[in-house]
């Protein structure tokens, strides 16, 4: 049934004349018909709005919920809908709901907030994703407690992770590895924040993490104490953990880094066992281990792989760009020891921001090469004196 002068009618004199002569069924294909003309026609005039919208909320009311979803569906497709229309489709389209709040272009902050007081979790994470959400809309979602909200915030780029909303999201990302693997992928979000997450985080994501320490400032590390009572042992340590690493005696590595960092034995083991190497150079650093001396332990504590080579030299970089005092801090984020929002005040900010997503520059590759070889050299020597 095809409507093409719906918009002129007089809605009350139609709606009468349906009750009167059609019923149900004829109010239903009417509703339907005057959804897809209205849907059709682009964007209205205010009047052609407000005389559709009177016609429409007495057909709604009076139609069959079958065909009321079927019609909402179609009146979602609409141009323009006002807020009035927009709470007609919300209430009446059932389970499109979803596929009407990621496809339309415009909604109030009225009908989302209505849709979010429903504690609908697929809904709310549906909105979470959507582009120009005003301070009021986020306000609502940072304060519902689901993952998939949570998860589709952190991949929402039009959302910027600053003041509450980043503390909110830092918080998520402890306890969602979802949400940390997202977070670490945007360029306007301080990994560093993603510490806590650290051993849930893709190999290349912790070194994300620890590239975001480069060339900063860290407030003081409570485990400092402990490493400045153990600086003197530190050749000792780390010939201890070369020997373990190249004899492949991870378990005593546990107990070694256990004893000597304060952590728990269930993530020294973590660290035993990490073949990237990421947490190791961590646990080097912070203790002041050097490029040359750390990438020896490095070598035997990584996998075998094609890209060790790369990888080794890599963290050769960071031997010369990370400092010991940000590795220790952030071995004291793994002990749940110091609040990481800090590292958001202007003193703790990395120096150089660019250097943490663009590639070094050839010559600072060139020297970590040269370390990694050192390095090579050494071992090899260590490995001709037993022979010998």
Known sequence: ???PNMLGFQPYETFQLLIETGGVDR???LLIAACDAYARRGRPTVPEMEQFETLATRLFQSASPQARAKAAAILGRSELLSQALEQLVVENIGEDLVSFLASAEELSDRTLLDVLGRYDV?????IAGRKNLTNVVLAKLFQMNSRKVYRALATNMDITPRGAYLSALARSAQMDHLVAEALGERKDFDAALLAPAFFDLSDAQRIKVIQAFANRETPAAPISRTIEQLSVATPELTKALMKLFSENRRPEVTKLLAQITGL??????QIAHDVTGASTFVV????????YDGLKVLIHATSHDSERSRALADFASLFATVSADAMAYLMSAWRGEVNLLDLSKPQYRPVNMPSRRTPQPAAASGSGNAVVEQAMVALSRIGARRAG
């Open 264 to 269: 728990d034995e269930v993530r020294c083991g």
């Open 122 to 126: 697929a809904a709310a994470a549906t």
């Open 284 to 291: 080097l650093r912070g203790f002041g281990v050097s490029a």
């Open 1 to 3: 049934m095809v409507l």
């Open 27 to 29: 109010t239903n294909t």
